[in-house]
Structures are given as C-alpha cells and as structure tokens.
C-alpha cells in the first residue's frame, strides 16, 4: 500500500506509516517525551513533601495531601489535553505545553514558600491541601496534559488507536516508575529539594523550547514572554530564603540560638522544636520532657551511678550526652534514622561519639529488633516525624520488642506530643499499659486534665514505678509535672484502643493544634 502524504513539522512533507504514527514525530521521540513529562510529574510529586514539610510538616495527612491534588492534576490535564488537541494543531501544542509545564515547575518553589510562611502556624488537611494546590496541581495538570496530546500527534487511523495509546500508557507509566526511583533513592540523598525542581524545571523549559523549534509552523513567534517568566520563576527559587540551613531526605533541619543562654541550641526539625543543647554544660536540659527523662532515671536507678541507655531518635543527642555528663561510665546506643542529623549534631551540637556512646543509622523499629535480650536498663523514645510519633513506633508489637531488650526492673519513657482532646496520648497510654505491669504518666496537670497540650511522658516497667520518688525529683527542680499512675491512669486512657500493628491511625488520633 503506498503511504499517502501529509504536511509534518516546519512545512516539512512526511507521510503516514505503518505501525501508528504520522511521520510529524517519530514513535521513539513521541515515546522519549511521554517518558519524560510523566517521570518530571512523580518527581514533583515526591519532592513536594519536602517542600510543604517546614511549614506543615511530614504525616500521614501530608502526604495524602500532595498525592490527592497531583492524582486531580493529571485527571484534569489528561482530560483536558486530549479536548484541547482535538481543537488544535498538537505540533503548534507540545511545545508550549512543555514549555508552560517547565515554568510552572519552577514557580513551585516561591508558591509553596509564600503560602507556606502566609499560613505559618497553621495545620491539618486544608492547609496541606491549600499549599499542594498552589505549588504542584497546575504543573501536574500541564505536564499530564502532554500524553493526550502525542496520543493525537501520533495517530494515523483508528485502526491503530489501541496499539498507539497503549504503548504511549505504558511509557508513560514506566517514566512514572524512573521519575519515582530516582528520586525517592537518589535525587533526595544527593542534593536539596529546591535545586532539583530547579533543574527539572529547567530541562522542561529546554526540552519545550526544542519541541517548539521543530514541530511549530514556522509562522509560530517564538515564546519570549514564556522564557522570561521561566528565568523569573527560576531565580526566585534559587533567591528566596529557604527555611531549612540543613535539608535530607528526611529533615528541613536549622540550629537556633536559644534565648535563654548564650551557649543554648535549639534544633528545629521541619516546623517542630526537636531538641535543646547547651554546648558548655551538657548536664543543663532546657525542654520539660527531657528533665521529666532525667527524673524518672534518678528515681529508678542508683544516684550517679552509670546506666545502660538504648535511644530511639537521636535529633540533638541531649540525653545520651546528659548521661555521659550526669553518670559517667554510662552505656547509650542512640538508634537514628537520618545521617544528616548525625552529622548536624557533631558538627553544630559538640556531639563526641566514642565507646561509650554510640549512633547506629536506620529505622529504629528494625534496631530495636536487632537487641539482644535484657540489654538495657533504659529505654528512651523521643523519635518524630513532625508532631507524631511514627506510627510502628507506637504499637503494642514494638512496645513488646522493647520489654523484651530491658533488664529487669527496666525502664521504658516515652515522650509524646498531643492537643486536646489528647486521644494519640490516651492511645499511647493504653498501648503500655497493654504491655507493661506497671505504667505511669507524667505531665503538667492542666495537660492531663485536658486544658492544654503539649509534652506527655509515658513510662512503662514490670517492676513498681516509684510515683514518691519522680515527685520528689520533680520537686527537687521546681517542676509543675503530675506523676499519675493507678486509678486516675486509667481515667486517663479511658475508653482509647490500644495501637496495634493493624491499626495505629496516629495521624488521625493526634490533635496537632489547640482547639
């Protein structure tokens, strides 16, 4: 059959082929630009949680968030691409669609960071949503937009529609996987957030820019108006102040000066005050919870006397460097997720780690696993992902995995955060006491009453707790902190489930502001 003509790029005379295609794009080069927008889609999308977490910071909700608007992106950019090339020449389209995906790609970064510090203090689902909309839902739209549109370019008849769209789907799906891959394993652990959506902006506006330069008629003005608000958009990226003065794949990090002492530090993890650390006198703990830590170590073990410290989450390091100061001699393992923290705290926090005092990076569910039977005389957990706990660091599973490290008359604190109606915490509570023999809550009354939220320290034991003594230490520092055990703990978890392995919604349960 002999192939008939058709008008292709720049006025060019191609024909149809056999095989799907039109001739005005090579199915290789249609496949290449499917791959690609569809892969520069999931990096966004991924990314994004980096970008909303200083400001809202990384949950559950967060993530459902991002994940919700982008899935509404592609709905409406693959919806409406394929409207908009059945009413427009798609070579005079896919060049400014990519161009315009690239530009918006980049605006990103100064619309997420101006809602972002406009809706500073603020939480829950809507200003997630609010801030994924106004950074991610547009380019995810534009670029989704793309696949409908080399769909068009590429048919020659309907009798190849099924061959063409699905190879077209599955390249798309496969750059869906690369886009994924690469940066959940290696974009992340490299560099920043904000240069890689800079630079992936960039490739978008340059490959649009080449798009354009080879399929649009050559009437077609070039897009000038578009490459400025592309460099605009860009610098202001690369310009604005970033939140973070230390970003992983895990943590927006900053060390603050505290008010209080001029050699005091306040780590700042995404939007939460993590950890404080006075560089000259490591005995000084300037956060509640943390003396609340040392006073339930003193009433339970002999005074001065070193201990046996596993620590789950290192952040700041104050305690296991309190140990080591306090209780010389003392034995801490500090079980930390991110590396990048591990390095904050010894370059910027004065954190010495030798055989005394050691850090092993990774999931710290996997690390508590790995200890050996009756290891330790105290178990600190003081990990977060913003205001949460993680949630399989809250399960009855877990809490047995850490009874089963404690020596006897062991210890297990831990240190939640929750707002009125305070359910994460009455869960937490009834988690340990599901456990535990014994169990104790300590925090400030109106906390516990349900007045106000804020720090709770669950401790755990299958030896008595010793309420008299932590109320004397408390008492000893001039701390507000309720020992409460018993009856009135009960009264506490009232009717709360206990969080198991098949249902922990910490992220539903904690109320991450006052009412």
Not at 39 to 53: C, G, Q, W
Not at 238 to 265: H, M, N
Not at 350 to 360: A, I, K, N, S
Not at 468 to 496: H, M, N, P
Request: proline share 7%.
């Amino acid at each position: 059959m002999r192939p008939m003509p058709v008008r292709g790029p720049r006025g060019a005379r191609t024909v149809r082929h056999r095989g799907g295609h039109t001739g005005a794009m090579p199915a290789f080069a249609a496949g290449l630009v499917v791959f690609a927008t569809s892969a520069a889609v999931l990096v966004l999308e991924i990314l994004a949680a980096r970008l909303l977490a200083p400001y809202v910071g990384v949950t559950l909700q967060t993530y459902t968030g991002i994940i919700g608007t982008v899935l509404a992106g592609i709905a409406v950019g693959s919806w409406y691409g394929g409207r908009l090339a059945d009413r427009v020449d798609p070579r005079r389209l896919l060049g400014p669609m990519v161009l315009i995906g690239g530009v918006l790609a980049l605006a990103a970064v100064p619309a997420v960071t101006f809602f972002g510090s406009a809706l500073a203090g603020g939480g829950g689902p809507l200003v997630i949503i609010i801030l994924s909309l106004a950074g991610f839902f547009a380019p995810a739209a534009v670029l989704s937009a793309v696949t409908p549109t080399v769909v068009k370019l590429q048919l020659a008849s309907l009798d190849e529609t099924g061959e063409v769209v699905g190879r077209l789907s599955a390249l798309g799906t496969a750059g869906a996987i690369f886009g994924t891959f690469a940066t959940g394993f290696l974009l992340v652990a490299a560099w920043p957030s904000r240069p890689i959506v800079v630079g992936l902006g960039g490739l978008l506006v340059l490959g649009g820019l080449g798009l354009w330069w080879w399929l649009a008629p050559q009437r077609e003005q070039f897009p000038a108006p578009l490459v400025m608000l592309a460099v605009v958009a860009g610098g202001l990226a690369l310009l604005l102040p970033s939140p973070c003065d230390f970003e992983s794949a895990y943590f927006c990090a900053r060390v603050d000066a505290a008010e209080d002492r001029d050699s005091g530090r306040v780590l700042v993890l995404d939007r939460l005050r993590h950890s404080y650390v006075d560089l000259d006198d490591p005995r000084h703990l300037g956060f509640g919870y943390t003396q609340v830590f040392a006073d339930v170590i003193d009433a339970s073990t002999a005074p001065r006397e070193p201990v046996a410290a596993l620590h789950i989450g290192g952040g700041g390091f104050s305690m296991p460097r309190y140990l080591a100061a306090e209780r010389p001699g003392s034995d801490s393992l500090v079980l930390e997720l991110d590396p990048m923290l591990v390095a904050v705290a010894r370059n910027e926090l004065g954190l010495q780690t030798g055989p005394d005092l050691r850090v092993e990076t990774g999931d710290a569910r996997l690390g508590v696993a790995a200890q050996p039977a009756a290891r330790w005389d105290v178990v600190i957990g003081d990990a977060f992902g913003g205001l949460a706990v993680p949630w399989h660091l809250t399960t009855a599973e877990f809490v047995h995995d850490v009874r089963a490290t404690l020596r006897p008359g062991g210890v297990y604190m831990i240190n939640v955060i929750d707002f009125p109606p305070s359910r994460f915490a009455r869960a937490e509570a009834a988690t340990l006491a599901a456990v535990f023999d014994h169990v104790a809550l300590v925090a400030p009354l109106r906390r516990i009453l349900g007045a106000e939220g804020g720090n709770f320290v669950l401790v755990g034991s299958d030896a008595p707790i010793d309420a008299e003594a932590i109320r004397r230490e408390i008492d000893a520092r001039g701390g507000d902190e309720e020992v409460v055990t018993g009856s009135r703990y009960e009264e506490f978890v009232g009717s709360a489930r206990v969080l198991t392995d098949d249902h922990a919604p910490v992220d539903q349960l904690l109320t991450p502001h006052p009412q």
